[in-house]
């Protein structure tokens, strides 16, 4: 369901599930872009603070401060308690805002295997325009390889231990003395 904004200060505030690192802000409704100017923010400590949130347009990649226009915005969630949606400055028009859960990774940096190493888990929910999320974003990209490399790393080591100690040998092709 989506909350229409309309007037300077105006807001809409969504608790940020414990298990779901990220959100999607669908902005709709938007006739003139820079009529009306949006922010996002989010909060640790109950709404006693909040702290403005960057957002990663969808479909484009730019991260953006401040939404002027209609569009999917991807927001990091994982530190906040809740984030809201504010309207920050305002000269006409409305804004209909629908936020719903984004695709959360969960890693195990410790673990020795890569099946244990990495879990993945979808949420899909449907928007305003009957599309379904299903996003990897650049950071959980980055996560993924990270796991990967240390698997790697993890696996070359033992090998090395295991097979090539007694022969002097190093598995970055250095020789030891």
């Known amino acids: 369901?989506?909350?229409?904004?309309?007037?300077?200060?105006?807001?809409?505030?969504?608790?940020?599930?414990?298990n779901i690192d990220f959100a999607v802000v669908q902005t709709q409704?938007?006739?003139?872009?820079?009529?009306i100017t949006l922010v996002i923010e989010g909060t640790a400590d109950q709404g006693v603070t909040w702290f403005m949130i960057?957002?990663?347009?969808?479909?484009?990649?730019?991260?953006?401060?401040?939404?002027?226009?209609?569009?999917?915005?991807?927001?990091e969630t994982?530190?906040?308690?809740?984030?809201?949606?504010?309207?920050?400055?305002?000269?006409?028009?409305?804004?209909?805002?629908?936020?719903s859960p984004g695709e959360m990774i969960q890693s195990n940096p410790l673990s020795t295997g890569l099946s244990d190493a990495m879990s993945v888990s979808i949420?899909?929910?449907?928007?305003?325009?009957?599309?379904?999320?299903?996003?990897?974003?650049?950071?959980?990209?980055?996560?993924?390889?990270?796991?990967?490399?240390?698997?790697?790393?993890?696996?070359r080591l033992r090998d090395y231990e295991l097979s090539d100690y007694n022969a002097g040998a190093s598995p970055y092709g250095i020789e030891l003395r």
């Open 54 to 75: 960057p957002a990663q347009a969808i479909g484009k990649g730019s991260e953006v401060t401040y939404i002027w226009t209609n569009g999917r915005w991807l927001v």
């Open 78 to 99: 994982v530190a906040f308690r809740a984030i809201r949606v504010r309207v920050s400055a305002y000269i006409a028009g409305f804004a209909d805002i629908d936020v």
């Open 123 to 155: 949420e899909s929910s449907t928007l305003l325009d009957g599309q379904t999320n299903v996003i990897v974003t650049d950071i959980q990209k980055r996560r993924i390889e990270e796991i990967l490399y240390l698997e790697a790393l993890t696996k």
């Open 29 to 35: 409704g938007i006739a003139v872009p820079k009529e």
């Open 1 to 18: 369901m989506s909350t229409r904004l309309s007037g300077l200060g105006d807001l809409v505030t969504f608790n940020s599930p414990a």
